[in-house]
């Protein structure tokens, strides 16, 4: 066996027990928030956030992506996002309300495409567009940077505006894909595996 392959068999669970990790943090977080510690919360979160782009970097770097582990990175994504959110609401409500309308945007047609996805394919979707993985990271930078240093009106703006167009592109992929599918680059290049008749 190969020294890569025996690194690769090595990590084969990693990325799918941050997710799981990530998981986990939701309910403490909830807790957290609840019972208005915000300190605790701001260093269970951000270590939540950050596992996001460890574990996806893992899984393509050694090439460790599976259904179950788009799945269920998608789940964490969303319920820690959820999570966020709620904690937000508590710790920093003028955030929410001076950015209503943003905000109530980002969150909604968020909900709506995992509403479409369920109705669809009786799962969430996990398409981990460039854009979406782009928006996701951005958001969670911004709630990083919210609870430690606190509001920045631009990157907020910008990552909302990052994550509607994600979503609206994701809707333009629920429409294409009749059947539930993973790590989907985009909607180019899924119109580009249309005309070629071959992968994206």
Known sequence: MSASSTTRERLRHVPNAISAARIAAV?????LAVTGREFAFTWVLVPALLTDIADGWLARTFDLQSTLGALLDSVADTLLLFAAIY???VFHPDVMTSNAVLCGTVIGLWVLENVVALLCYGRLSSFHTYVSKTAGYLLGIYIGVLF?????PWLLKTAAGLSIAGSLEEFALLALLKEWR???RGLWWMLEERRNGRPA
């Open 182 to 184: 993973a790590d989907v």
């Open 27 to 31: 309910p403490v977080l909830l807790a």
């Open 148 to 152: 430690v240093f606190g509001h920045y």
């Open 87 to 89: 904690g937000i609401w």
